[in-house]
T-cell receptor, first 110, second 115 residues
Framework: DQQVKQNSPSLSVQEGRISILNCDYTNSMFDYFLWYKKYPAEGPTFLISISSIKDKNEDGRFTVFLNKSAKHLSLHIVPSQPGDSAVYFCAASYNNDMRFGAGTRLTVKP | DAGVIQSPRHEVTEMGQEVTLRCKPISGHDYLFWYRQTMMRGLELLIYFNNNVPIDDSGMPEDRFSAKMPNASFSTLKIQPSEPRDSAVYFC?????????????FGPGTRLTVL
């Protein structure tokens, strides 16, 4: 069962514009959420996280928003840069369980 | 630190053969995770260890899959016998703490192709 869903397999944006990647989850028990970025032929690397007690966390150009009532989180990248082109995975965890989404491939065009 | 090391990076084998994937976690990390990435299902957690002890193997798809961690610096994931549907990228990751409290550091992955 897909408890964490990234419904957009791909996203293309222009350099300098905002990239918004979305993620939905079904299990209300999840209390910690993460975004990982993956380049080809490399393992995923941690990008940013948010606890369920918050609704926003910002780190430089990256901001994660959490809407618990909608069971939805999003990652905003502003401004987008060509080097941001990668696959982005969202993940949700609680206790001894962690689930990843299928990933969204972001392409930032110069 | 060299990060999480996985070997081999690529493995091509024939159906029915035994496959062994290897992982060396980051020194000092008490948790080790094995994931499988496929186009259809994304990243799936297969099993994880804490201090070399398997904690949760509910993600292991079948009895054909087994994982061991004989010491703090080495783990293996074995598939016997392998099948074409096992073709995927297998990642090993390690962390100091368990989910939700610490970042997981991933290795570069092993791309497995079963013909």
């Amino acid at each position: 069962d897909q408890q964490v869903k990234q419904n957009s397999p791909s996203l293309s944006v222009q350099e300098g514009r905002i990239s918004i990647l979305n993620c939905d989850y079904t299990n209300s028990m999840f209390d910690y959420f993460l975004w990982y970025k993956k380049y080809p032929a490399e393992g995923p690397t941690f990008l940013i996280s948010i606890s369920s007690i918050k609704d926003k966390n910002e780190d430089g150009r990256f901001t994660v928003f959490l809407n618990k009532s909608a069971k939805h989180l999003s990652l905003h990248i502003v401004p987008s840069q060509p080097g941001d082109s990668a696959v982005y995975f969202c993940a949700a965890s609680y206790n001894n369980d962690m689930r990843f989404g299928a990933g969204t491939r972001l392409t930032v065009k110069p | 630190d060299a990060g999480v090391i996985q070997s081999p990076r690529h493995e091509v084998t024939e159906m029915g053969q035994e496959v062994t994937l290897r992982c060396k976690p980051i020194s000092g990390h008490d948790y080790l995770f094995w994931y499988r990435q496929t186009m259809m299902r994304g990243l799936e957690l297969l099993i994880y260890f804490n201090n070399n002890v398997p904690i949760d193997d509910s993600g292991m798809p079948e009895d054909r899959f087994s994982a061991k961690m004989p010491n703090a610096s080495f783990s293996t994931l074995k598939i016997q016998p392998s099948e074409p549907r096992d073709s995927a990228v297998y990642f090993c990751a390690s962390s100091r703490l368990v989910f939700g409290t610490d970042t997981q550091y991933f290795g570069p992955g092993t791309r497995l192709t079963v013909l």
